[in-house]
Protein backbone atom coordinates (compact mmCIF):
# COMPACT_ATOMS: atom_id res chain seq x y z
CA UNK A 1 0.00 0.00 0.00
CA UNK A 2 1.13 3.63 -0.80
CA UNK A 3 1.85 5.43 2.32
CA UNK A 4 1.88 8.91 0.89
CA UNK A 5 1.12 11.25 -1.72
CA UNK A 6 1.67 14.26 -2.85
CA UNK A 7 -1.73 16.74 -3.35
CA UNK A 8 -1.92 18.54 -6.66
CA UNK A 9 -1.00 22.83 -6.73
CA UNK A 10 -3.29 24.73 -9.26
CA UNK A 11 -2.26 24.35 -12.48
CA UNK A 12 0.15 21.19 -11.92
CA UNK A 13 0.64 18.71 -14.73
CA UNK A 14 0.30 15.01 -13.86
CA UNK A 15 3.73 14.78 -14.78
CA UNK A 16 5.04 17.15 -11.77
CA UNK A 17 2.77 15.29 -9.42
CA UNK A 18 4.08 11.94 -10.53
CA UNK A 19 8.16 12.96 -10.30
CA UNK A 20 7.45 14.66 -6.85
CA UNK A 21 6.23 10.87 -5.72
CA UNK A 22 9.03 9.40 -7.24
CA UNK A 23 11.43 12.09 -5.01
CA UNK A 24 9.48 10.98 -2.08
CA UNK A 25 9.24 7.67 -2.74
CA UNK A 26 12.99 6.75 -2.94
CA UNK A 27 12.66 4.48 -5.35
CA UNK A 28 15.96 3.48 -7.57
CA UNK A 29 14.43 3.65 -10.64
CA UNK A 30 11.25 5.42 -12.61
CA UNK A 31 9.98 1.75 -13.29
CA UNK A 32 9.71 0.84 -10.06
CA UNK A 33 7.16 3.94 -9.43
CA UNK A 34 5.67 3.02 -13.11
CA UNK A 35 4.92 -0.22 -11.47
CA UNK A 36 4.12 0.88 -7.87
CA UNK A 37 1.47 3.39 -9.43
CA UNK A 38 0.14 1.73 -12.95
CA UNK A 39 1.26 -1.75 -12.95
CA UNK A 40 3.02 -0.93 -16.08
CA UNK A 41 6.41 0.16 -17.36
CA UNK A 42 7.62 3.16 -17.70
CA UNK A 43 8.64 2.88 -21.22
CA UNK A 44 4.57 2.69 -22.11
CA UNK A 45 3.43 5.82 -20.45
CA UNK A 46 2.52 9.00 -21.89
CA UNK A 47 2.07 12.43 -20.14
CA UNK A 48 -0.18 14.54 -22.20
CA UNK A 49 -3.04 11.99 -22.81
CA UNK A 50 -2.69 10.13 -19.41
CA UNK A 51 -4.94 7.28 -19.76
CA UNK A 52 -4.02 5.61 -16.30
CA UNK A 53 -6.23 8.12 -14.14
CA UNK A 54 -8.47 4.81 -13.39
CA UNK A 55 -5.42 3.39 -12.24
CA UNK A 56 -4.05 5.82 -10.14
CA UNK A 57 -7.62 6.32 -8.75
CA UNK A 58 -8.03 2.86 -7.27
CA UNK A 59 -4.38 2.96 -5.51
CA UNK A 60 -4.97 5.94 -3.95
CA UNK A 61 -8.37 4.95 -2.56
CA UNK A 62 -7.16 4.92 1.02
CA UNK A 63 -6.29 8.56 0.61
CA UNK A 64 -8.54 11.87 -0.13
CA UNK A 65 -7.38 12.06 -3.53
CA UNK A 66 -9.07 13.03 -6.81
CA UNK A 67 -10.99 10.53 -8.70
CA UNK A 68 -9.74 9.62 -12.44
CA UNK A 69 -12.24 11.95 -14.05
CA UNK A 70 -10.66 15.00 -12.09
CA UNK A 71 -7.32 13.80 -12.75
CA UNK A 72 -7.94 14.04 -16.35
CA UNK A 73 -10.21 17.08 -16.26
CA UNK A 74 -7.22 19.14 -13.97
CA UNK A 75 -4.12 17.65 -14.30
CA UNK A 76 -3.93 16.41 -18.24
CA UNK A 77 -4.01 18.16 -21.61
CA UNK A 78 -8.09 16.69 -21.92
CA UNK A 79 -9.28 20.50 -21.94
CA UNK A 80 -6.81 21.52 -24.71
CA UNK A 81 -8.30 18.86 -26.80
CA UNK A 82 -11.72 18.03 -26.46
CA UNK A 83 -13.12 21.77 -27.13
CA UNK A 84 -13.14 21.25 -31.05
CA UNK A 85 -13.71 17.47 -31.18
CA UNK A 86 -16.83 17.59 -33.27
CA UNK A 87 -17.34 13.96 -34.06
CA UNK A 88 -15.82 12.49 -30.81
CA UNK A 89 -17.67 14.35 -28.16
CA UNK A 90 -16.55 14.91 -24.27
CA UNK A 91 -17.86 11.23 -22.72
CA UNK A 92 -15.87 9.19 -26.23
CA UNK A 93 -12.92 11.29 -25.22
CA UNK A 94 -12.75 11.17 -22.13
CA UNK A 95 -14.26 7.32 -22.38
CA UNK A 96 -10.92 6.39 -23.80
CA UNK A 97 -8.48 8.30 -21.25
CA UNK A 98 -10.55 5.78 -18.62
CA UNK A 99 -10.55 2.59 -20.25
CA UNK A 100 -6.52 3.06 -20.91
CA UNK A 101 -6.77 3.00 -24.88
CA UNK A 102 -3.52 5.02 -25.41
CA UNK A 103 -3.82 3.88 -29.09
CA UNK A 104 -6.76 4.85 -29.88
CA UNK A 105 -6.88 8.17 -28.29
CA UNK A 106 -4.75 9.81 -31.37
CA UNK A 107 -6.99 8.19 -33.56
CA UNK A 108 -10.29 9.37 -32.65
CA UNK A 109 -8.67 13.03 -32.33
CA UNK A 110 -7.10 14.20 -35.35
CA UNK A 111 -5.88 10.59 -37.27
CA UNK A 112 -2.26 11.14 -36.49
CA UNK A 113 0.54 11.51 -33.86
CA UNK A 114 -0.58 14.46 -31.89
CA UNK A 115 2.32 14.00 -30.04
CA UNK A 116 4.51 15.77 -32.38
CA UNK A 117 3.51 18.88 -31.63
CA UNK A 118 4.46 18.93 -28.12
CA UNK A 119 7.45 20.63 -27.53
CA UNK A 120 10.26 17.95 -27.08
CA UNK A 121 11.41 19.65 -23.42
CA UNK A 122 9.29 20.77 -20.49
CA UNK A 123 9.08 25.06 -20.27
CA UNK A 124 8.89 26.74 -17.29
CA UNK A 125 8.66 30.07 -16.38
CA UNK A 126 11.52 31.77 -14.26
CA UNK A 127 9.17 34.16 -12.32
CA UNK A 128 7.33 31.43 -11.53
CA UNK A 129 10.03 29.54 -9.55
CA UNK A 130 11.44 32.19 -7.83
CA UNK A 131 7.61 32.76 -6.41
CA UNK A 132 7.21 29.28 -5.39
CA UNK A 133 10.55 28.86 -4.39
CA UNK A 134 9.50 31.16 -1.38
CA UNK A 135 6.22 29.51 -1.17
CA UNK A 136 6.93 25.87 -0.70
CA UNK A 137 8.70 24.05 -3.71
CA UNK A 138 8.58 24.79 -8.09
CA UNK A 139 7.12 22.74 -9.92
CA UNK A 140 5.95 21.96 -14.13
CA UNK A 141 3.05 23.74 -15.06
CA UNK A 142 0.47 22.61 -17.61
CA UNK A 143 -0.43 26.13 -18.64
CA UNK A 144 3.35 26.31 -19.69
CA UNK A 145 3.55 22.96 -21.43
CA UNK A 146 0.46 23.05 -23.84
CA UNK A 147 1.44 23.05 -27.86
CA UNK A 148 1.94 26.65 -28.98
CA UNK A 149 2.65 28.04 -25.72
CA UNK A 150 5.96 29.96 -25.57
CA UNK A 151 5.05 32.46 -23.12
CA UNK A 152 3.92 32.57 -18.73
CA UNK A 153 0.09 33.66 -18.71
CA UNK A 154 0.32 35.14 -14.91
CA UNK A 155 3.82 37.21 -15.66
CA UNK A 156 3.70 37.56 -19.74
CA UNK A 157 7.61 36.70 -19.75
CA UNK A 158 9.38 34.06 -22.32
CA UNK A 159 9.41 30.41 -21.09
CA UNK A 160 12.73 28.70 -20.80
CA UNK A 161 13.23 25.68 -21.97
CA UNK A 162 14.75 22.47 -19.36
CA UNK A 163 16.60 19.99 -20.37
CA UNK A 164 13.85 17.38 -19.04
CA UNK A 165 12.19 15.41 -22.02
CA UNK A 166 8.58 15.68 -22.69
CA UNK A 167 7.14 12.38 -22.89
CA UNK A 168 10.72 10.90 -21.83
CA UNK A 169 11.16 8.04 -19.64
CA UNK A 170 12.65 10.12 -16.00
CA UNK A 171 10.73 11.44 -13.72
CA UNK A 172 12.38 14.82 -13.06
CA UNK A 173 11.18 16.97 -10.02
CA UNK A 174 11.63 21.46 -11.34
CA UNK A 175 14.34 22.17 -9.09
CA UNK A 176 17.85 24.52 -9.52
CA UNK A 177 19.60 21.90 -10.96
CA UNK A 178 17.63 21.14 -14.05
CA UNK A 179 19.49 23.03 -17.22
CA UNK A 180 17.82 25.47 -19.60
CA UNK A 181 18.86 26.09 -23.09
CA UNK A 182 19.47 29.67 -24.50
CA UNK A 183 16.11 31.55 -25.59
CA UNK A 184 16.03 32.65 -29.13
CA UNK A 185 16.61 36.09 -30.30
CA UNK A 186 13.31 36.82 -32.82
CA UNK A 187 12.06 40.14 -34.06
CA UNK A 188 9.41 42.14 -32.01
CA UNK A 189 6.35 40.96 -34.78
CA UNK A 190 7.78 37.21 -34.01
CA UNK A 191 7.36 37.90 -30.61
CA UNK A 192 4.22 39.73 -30.76
CA UNK A 193 2.73 36.84 -33.08
CA UNK A 194 4.36 34.29 -30.11
CA UNK A 195 2.14 36.08 -27.23
CA UNK A 196 -1.24 35.69 -29.20
CA UNK A 197 -0.68 31.81 -29.97
CA UNK A 198 -0.05 31.50 -26.21
CA UNK A 199 -3.02 33.96 -25.43
CA UNK A 200 -5.29 31.15 -27.76
CA UNK A 201 -4.23 28.29 -26.86
CA UNK A 202 -5.56 29.58 -23.09
CA UNK A 203 -8.41 30.50 -24.38
CA UNK A 204 -9.57 26.98 -25.48
CA UNK A 205 -7.79 25.25 -22.60
CA UNK A 206 -9.95 27.40 -20.30
CA UNK A 207 -13.13 28.15 -22.25
CA UNK A 208 -16.13 26.52 -20.43
CA UNK A 209 -18.02 25.02 -23.65
CA UNK A 210 -16.82 23.02 -26.77
CA UNK A 211 -16.46 25.16 -29.60
CA UNK A 212 -15.88 22.60 -32.55
CA UNK A 213 -19.74 23.62 -33.93
CA UNK A 214 -18.59 27.11 -34.34
CA UNK A 215 -15.67 26.15 -36.92
CA UNK A 216 -17.80 26.36 -40.11
CA UNK A 217 -16.91 30.43 -40.97
CA UNK A 218 -13.97 29.03 -41.99
CA UNK A 219 -14.38 28.95 -46.03
CA UNK A 220 -16.03 32.72 -45.15
CA UNK A 221 -13.27 33.64 -43.97
CA UNK A 222 -11.00 32.74 -47.13
CA UNK A 223 -13.52 34.15 -49.23
CA UNK A 224 -13.26 37.77 -47.59
CA UNK A 225 -9.89 37.50 -47.80
CA UNK A 226 -9.68 36.99 -51.52
CA UNK A 227 -8.91 33.42 -51.94
CA UNK A 228 -12.02 31.91 -53.06
CA UNK A 229 -12.03 32.54 -56.73
CA UNK A 230 -14.56 31.37 -59.45
CA UNK A 231 -16.33 28.85 -56.48
CA UNK A 232 -12.33 27.21 -55.82
CA UNK A 233 -9.66 27.85 -52.89
CA UNK A 234 -6.67 29.68 -54.70
CA UNK A 235 -4.44 27.35 -52.94
CA UNK A 236 -1.07 28.54 -54.50
CA UNK A 237 -1.94 31.76 -53.33
CA UNK A 238 -3.35 30.97 -49.64
CA UNK A 239 0.03 28.71 -49.54
CA UNK A 240 2.10 31.31 -50.30
CA UNK A 241 0.39 33.91 -48.19
CA UNK A 242 0.84 31.64 -44.98
CA UNK A 243 3.96 30.95 -45.65
CA UNK A 244 5.42 34.00 -45.64
CA UNK A 245 3.36 34.95 -42.62
CA UNK A 246 4.65 32.48 -40.50
CA UNK A 247 8.90 33.01 -40.54
CA UNK A 248 10.81 29.77 -39.87
CA UNK A 249 12.35 30.90 -36.58
CA UNK A 250 8.86 31.03 -35.22
CA UNK A 251 8.33 27.84 -37.25
CA UNK A 252 11.54 25.83 -35.34
CA UNK A 253 10.34 27.75 -32.21
CA UNK A 254 7.33 26.24 -32.16
CA UNK A 255 8.32 22.70 -33.78
CA UNK A 256 5.91 22.43 -36.99
CA UNK A 257 6.23 22.19 -40.02
CA UNK A 258 4.18 25.44 -41.88
CA UNK A 259 3.60 23.81 -45.75
CA UNK A 260 1.92 20.60 -43.36
CA UNK A 261 0.04 23.08 -41.53
CA UNK A 262 -1.44 24.87 -43.93
CA UNK A 263 -2.22 21.67 -46.39
CA UNK A 264 -4.01 20.02 -43.32
CA UNK A 265 -6.46 22.46 -43.21
CA UNK A 266 -7.22 23.26 -46.66
CA UNK A 267 -7.82 19.45 -46.72
CA UNK A 268 -9.60 19.26 -43.90
CA UNK A 269 -11.80 22.70 -44.98
CA UNK A 270 -12.40 21.37 -48.75
CA UNK A 271 -13.92 17.77 -46.92
CA UNK A 272 -15.73 19.99 -44.05
CA UNK A 273 -14.03 17.76 -41.77
CA UNK A 274 -13.45 19.51 -38.50
CA UNK A 275 -10.79 17.03 -37.46
CA UNK A 276 -8.18 19.92 -37.76
CA UNK A 277 -5.37 19.94 -34.19
CA UNK A 278 -5.84 23.00 -32.02
CA UNK A 279 -2.38 24.63 -32.86
CA UNK A 280 -3.09 24.47 -36.25
CA UNK A 281 -6.66 25.78 -36.22
CA UNK A 282 -5.07 28.94 -34.39
CA UNK A 283 -2.86 29.45 -36.59
CA UNK A 284 -5.03 30.04 -38.88
CA UNK A 285 -7.40 31.98 -37.67
CA UNK A 286 -4.24 34.07 -36.46
CA UNK A 287 -3.81 34.37 -40.23
CA UNK A 288 -7.11 35.33 -40.63
CA UNK A 289 -6.71 38.37 -38.16
CA UNK A 290 -8.83 36.56 -36.35
CA UNK A 291 -9.49 34.80 -32.91
CA UNK A 292 -11.24 31.61 -31.66
CA UNK A 293 -13.78 33.78 -29.81
CA UNK A 294 -14.94 35.02 -33.23
CA UNK A 295 -16.29 31.51 -34.19
CA UNK A 296 -18.50 32.71 -31.39
CA UNK A 297 -20.14 35.39 -32.83
CA UNK A 298 -22.77 36.02 -35.23
CA UNK A 299 -21.04 36.11 -39.09
CA UNK A 300 -22.11 39.00 -41.25
CA UNK A 301 -22.45 36.87 -44.34
CA UNK A 302 -26.41 36.03 -43.64
CA UNK A 303 -25.59 31.81 -45.04
CA UNK A 304 -22.53 30.18 -45.76
CA UNK A 305 -23.40 30.62 -49.24
CA UNK A 306 -24.83 33.86 -49.74
CA UNK A 307 -21.66 35.22 -51.41
CA UNK A 308 -19.57 31.94 -52.03
CA UNK A 309 -22.79 29.88 -53.91
CA UNK A 310 -26.01 30.77 -53.15
CA UNK A 311 -28.02 33.99 -54.20
CA UNK A 312 -30.70 33.69 -51.92
CA UNK A 313 -30.90 33.01 -48.21
CA UNK A 314 -33.45 31.54 -45.59
CA UNK A 315 -35.82 34.27 -44.36
CA UNK A 316 -35.97 32.84 -40.77
CA UNK A 317 -32.83 33.77 -39.58
CA UNK A 318 -32.36 37.19 -40.94
CA UNK A 319 -28.57 37.62 -41.64
CA UNK A 320 -27.47 35.24 -38.22
CA UNK A 321 -24.61 33.04 -39.88
CA UNK A 322 -26.48 29.44 -39.96
CA UNK A 323 -23.94 26.40 -38.64
CA UNK A 324 -25.49 23.45 -39.63
CA UNK A 325 -24.25 23.46 -42.81
CA UNK A 326 -22.12 21.16 -45.26
CA UNK A 327 -19.83 22.75 -47.91
CA UNK A 328 -17.81 20.47 -50.36
CA UNK A 329 -15.90 20.21 -53.32
CA UNK A 330 -16.21 17.92 -55.84
CA UNK A 331 -13.11 17.81 -58.18
CA UNK A 332 -11.88 21.64 -57.87
CA UNK A 333 -15.72 23.40 -57.87
CA UNK A 334 -17.48 24.24 -54.52
CA UNK A 335 -21.32 23.26 -53.20
CA UNK A 336 -23.16 22.71 -50.65
CA UNK A 337 -26.37 22.65 -48.21
CA UNK A 338 -27.82 23.95 -45.52
CA UNK A 339 -30.90 22.96 -43.35
CA UNK A 340 -32.26 26.11 -41.30
CA UNK A 341 -33.31 24.75 -38.35
CA UNK A 342 -36.70 26.58 -37.67
CA UNK A 343 -38.51 25.67 -40.89
CA UNK A 344 -36.53 22.51 -41.55
CA UNK A 345 -35.79 23.46 -45.71
CA UNK A 346 -32.55 22.52 -47.44
CA UNK A 347 -30.82 24.91 -49.29
CA UNK A 348 -28.74 23.55 -51.77
CA UNK A 349 -27.07 24.04 -54.94
CA UNK A 350 -25.43 22.30 -57.72
CA UNK A 351 -21.84 21.69 -58.40
CA UNK A 352 -22.15 22.17 -62.20
CA UNK A 353 -24.46 24.56 -62.70
CA UNK A 354 -24.77 26.55 -59.53
CA UNK A 355 -28.70 26.55 -59.43
CA UNK A 356 -30.17 26.91 -56.02
CA UNK A 357 -32.92 24.20 -55.21
CA UNK A 358 -35.11 24.22 -52.25
CA UNK A 359 -36.53 21.36 -50.25
CA UNK A 360 -39.04 22.30 -48.09
CA UNK A 361 -38.92 20.37 -44.16
CA UNK A 362 -41.95 19.03 -42.05
CA UNK A 363 -42.12 22.27 -39.86
CA UNK A 364 -42.67 24.15 -42.81
CA UNK A 365 -45.41 21.97 -44.20
CA UNK A 366 -47.11 21.41 -41.31
CA UNK A 367 -46.80 25.71 -40.80
CA UNK A 368 -48.68 26.14 -44.16
CA UNK A 369 -51.20 23.21 -43.58
CA UNK A 370 -51.93 24.84 -39.98
CA UNK A 371 -52.40 28.55 -41.67
CA UNK A 372 -54.12 27.33 -44.49
CA UNK A 373 -56.85 24.82 -43.81
CA UNK A 374 -57.33 25.46 -39.73
CA UNK A 375 -56.83 29.10 -39.42
CA UNK A 376 -58.03 29.58 -42.19
CA UNK A 377 -56.02 32.68 -43.33
CA UNK A 378 -55.25 34.25 -46.65
CA UNK A 379 -52.60 33.90 -48.97
CA UNK A 380 -51.23 37.38 -48.33
CA UNK A 381 -51.58 36.48 -44.34
CA UNK A 382 -49.92 32.97 -44.30
CA UNK A 383 -47.01 34.59 -46.43
CA UNK A 384 -46.45 37.42 -43.96
CA UNK A 385 -46.05 35.24 -41.10
CA UNK A 386 -44.30 32.44 -42.67
CA UNK A 387 -41.63 35.25 -44.40
CA UNK A 388 -42.16 33.94 -48.37
CA UNK A 389 -43.34 35.62 -51.52
CA UNK A 390 -46.58 34.59 -53.23
CA UNK A 391 -44.19 33.06 -55.84
CA UNK A 392 -42.52 30.49 -52.89
CA UNK A 393 -46.28 29.58 -51.59
CA UNK A 394 -47.48 28.86 -54.88
CA UNK A 395 -44.54 26.58 -55.80
CA UNK A 396 -44.40 24.89 -52.61
CA UNK A 397 -48.34 23.96 -53.65
CA UNK A 398 -47.56 22.86 -56.92
CA UNK A 399 -44.57 20.82 -55.66
CA UNK A 400 -46.91 19.12 -52.67
CA UNK A 401 -49.85 18.34 -55.08
CA UNK A 402 -47.66 16.44 -57.40
Known sequence: ???????????????????????????????????????????????????????????????????????????????????LLSYAPNNRFQSLMLEERSGW??????????????????????DCFEEDLKIDLPYWRISHNLPGVTYCNRHNCKLVR????????????????????????????E?????????????????KENISEYVTPYISYLYDLGYIEDYTINEKKLKEHFMYFYSDNICKVLNINK????????????????????????????????????LKENNPISTPFNKVV?????????????HNCSLRFRGKVLWGKYKCSICEKIYETDAKDKNLSVR??????????????????????????LHISKTELKNYLITRNR
Not at 31 to 41: D, G, P, V
Not at 51 to 65: T, V
Not at 165 to 189: H, T
Not at 363 to 379: A, P, Y
Request: contains cysteine; proline residues 3%.
Open 310 to 322: LKNCCNCFNGIFI
Open 259 to 294: DYVISHVIKKIKSVSKEIPPLFQILFLIFCNKKIKD
Open 162 to 189: SDVKFNGKKFVVLSNEVKISDIPLLSDY
Open 1 to 83: MIGYFPTPYKDEFIYSILARYHQISSNKSEHITANELFTISMREINMDLFPYAKKLENRLKHFDFCNAVEIIEKYSFFNYYYK
Open 191 to 207: EELLKLITEETNYIFNC
Open 360 to 385: YGVKFSEQVMELLFIEDLSVSEICSK
Open 105 to 126: IGNELYRHDISQYNDKYYKFCL
